[in-house]
């Protein structure tokens, strides 16, 4: 199955119900060429992670700083949402892992600032595979099912969250313990999750980094060849990538600015604006009508090769093989960075002035439609 780990995390911060193999990566266009023809699945597969330069660092730096005020709030605003919906004990289960940082947070801020008894899990969901049910059934196991609240950092077009909601509907029905549905995230740009402090486009500095600010713990993988019936979803631990870790102290520093907000404005620690449902459906039917435009401008025959806001678009340039980003202001501070990743790898920058999001990124077709094989699905 896999022993219960805590990757560069003091223990009591998270535990990653993960189990570590051991994979030779590929490089950017191999992964994108396997999946795009079929041969593969994306799970199956992992890339390298190098330690970032001291460039793109300085972006990071700047960022944060820019952002620590509103990142503080909305940290502190759903922890309060979190805490108004599970009076009782609360357990997060973070999607790993660009919901790993995010739930580390939470559940200091949960049990500093309103006094709750709160563990937190990191687990696995993969596009097109699930959540990983094994995983879910630890958490049962250890914790009463009732308290769980799903988090991850943001939603980009709903596509993990629509898979989390499959899991625990299908599947995940026969595990003997009812899961409660919702997901909460710092930003929602689709509608798709429950608990949420807004649904802003903006840039949560975690989506900058990869590992080194996620425990060193890489993207999940579920291949046959390292991860049986009873395992866990598999990851790497980065291991190499210690002397260049920021997971701990970006976690303090997003702790102490989040308290710091909460003792400057107590209204937060009462915050009880949950999303509502008529503005979640106008999220959706806009994600949705973005997507449909897209693909019609574009000629994009995958609707997952559309990755909308800052967070989405990052991550695609950080790891994925983009033919185009799109931004809709290249004087905003916010998107400096991507165009700086662009700019890296040989990617056009495009201007819409009339765009939905502060930034998309297309991934590039590298192979004829006609070569496609129907198999297994994409990077969400």
């Known amino acids: ?179 409660p549905r919702e997901l909460a995230v710092l930003s929602d740009l689709c509608g798709e999750a429950e608990l949420s402090a807004g649904s802003d486009d903006w840039l949560i500095p975690t989506c900058l980094l990869n590992g080194t600010v996620s425990g060193l713990v890489s993207r999940t993988i579920l291949n046959r060849d390292l991860t049986g019936p009873g395992d866990f979803h598999g990851c790497l631990y980065y291991g190499g990538l210690e002397p260049h870790d920021l997971s701990r102290p970006l976690a303090d520093r997003m702790t102490a600015a989040a308290a710091a907000a909460a003792r400057r404005d107590p209204r937060l620690l009462a915050w009880c604006e949950f999303p509502r449902e008529a503005e979640r459906a106008r999220a959706r039917e806009g994600s949705r009508a973005f997507l449909d435009s897209v693909r019609r401008r574009y000629g994009i025959s995958d609707p997952n090769h559309v990755k909308p806001g800052l967070g989405e678009a990052t991550r695609a340039l950080l790891r994925r093989s983009p033919g185009l980003l799109a931004v809709r202001d290249p004087g905003d501070p916010d998107v400096r960075h991507a165009i700086l990743l662009a700019g890296r790898r040989g990617v056009p920058v495009e201007v819409d002035t009339a765009l939905a999001y502060r930034a998309v990124a297309l991934i590039r077709r590298v192979l004829p439609e006609a070569a496609r094989r129907p198999a297994g699905g994409e990077a969400a």
Request: hydrophobic fraction near 45%.
């Open 1 to 179: 199955m896999g022993g219960d780990f805590h990757g560069s995390y003091a223990p009591e911060d998270v535990t990653f119900l993960l189990k570590v193999v051991e994979l030779a990566p590929l490089g950017i266009e191999e992964r994108e060429l396997r999946v795009q023809s079929g041969e593969s699945h994306y799970s199956e597969m992992i890339g390298p992670e190098a330690p970032p330069d001291p460039d793109y660092l300085s972006f990071f730096a700047e960022a944060l700083e820019r952002n620590l005020g509103r990142l503080a709030s909305d940290l502190v605003k759903t922890a309060s949402l979190i805490a108004l919906l599970r009076p009782g004990p609360v357990t997060l289960v973070s999607i790993a892992r660009s919901g790993t940082p995010v739930g580390v947070v939470l559940g200091r801020l949960l049990r500093a600032l309103f006094a709750r008894d709160c563990v937190h899990f990191s687990i696995s969901v993969v596009r097109d595979r699930g959540a990983d049910l094994n995983a879910l059934r630890r958490v049962a196991s250890l914790r009463p099912p009732e308290s769980v609240v799903f988090v991850d950092g943001w939603t980009g077009k709903g596509v993990i969250a629509r898979e989390l909601r499959r899991s625990l509907a299908g599947p995940g029905a026969a595990l003997g313990a009812a899961f």
